[in-house]
T-cell receptor
């Protein structure tokens, strides 16, 4: 079974530029998550999708971050304009909640963003 | 905000020794999960323990949960150099739509 795919793996931009990340979840997984992991901390959930609907985006800085999952499969996360404090690893995860109450989230390799 | 807080922040042991990491959390949970993260394999799910369970085993891993103290521990027995990684506890709060809230992690170094 193919894992969660993310691209690009690394990105360096200057502050005030825009950037987009792409995620393709495991086939058949209805739930998709985007996390931000700042160096030395644990991942923080930014947004959770169930199919193409948003379940939780309470921690997404909506003035600069946006995410979509138009066809309920792959997803993009965009930052516009980027700030220095957005430097982090952006992780995408997916799960199949239909298999039961407890669910395991499968994580992609992440995109490491550096904002200069 | 981070829900779980791991202790210690860093741990260094010799191969063959046991490693114990602790996690404390603040609110009622549905379940608690432990994840491992290293540069080679990214973030990987290790084990899940439900709020009505007290102990769970998986291979060389043993997890305990004390809901009265809002704490959990992860024991890795007979550690190997390949166990070197950061270990995170993550909680799923009651009524949270299965949202995972991670702690800051424990960096484990196993010296050969």
């Amino acid at each position: 079974e193919a894992g969660v795919a993310q691209s690009p793996r690394y990105k360096i931009i200057e502050k005030r530029q825009s950037v987009a990340f792409w995620c393709n979840p495991i086939s058949g997984h209805a739930t998709l998550y985007w996390y931000q992991q700042i160096l030395g901390q644990g991942p923080k959930l930014l947004i959770q999708f169930q199919n193409n609907g948003v379940v939780d985006d309470s921690q997404l800085p909506k003035d600069r971050f946006s995410a979509e999952r138009l066809k309920g499969v792959d997803s993009t996360l965009k930052i516009q304009p980027a700030k220095l404090e957005d430097s982090a690893v952006y992780l995408c995860a997916s799960s199949n909640r239909d298999r039961g109450v407890e669910e395991t989230q499968y994580f992609g390799p992440g995109t490491r963003l550096l904002v200069l | 905000s981070q829900q779980g807080e791991e202790d210690p922040q860093a741990l260094s042991i010799q191969e063959g020794e046991n490693a114990t990491m602790n996690c404390s959390y603040k609110t009622s949970i549905n379940n608690l999960q432990w994840y491992r993260q290293n540069s080679g394999r990214g973030l990987v799910h290790l084990i899940l323990i439900r709020s009505n369970e007290r102990e769970k085993h998986s291979g060389r891993l043993r997890v305990t949960l004390d809901t009265s103290k809002k704490s959990s521990s992860l024991l890795i027995t007979a550690s190997r150099a390949a166990d070197t990684a950061s270990y995170f506890c993550a909680t799923v709060g009651r009524g949270s739509n299965y949202k995972l809230t991670f702690g800051k992690g424990t960096l484990l170094t196993v010296n050969p």
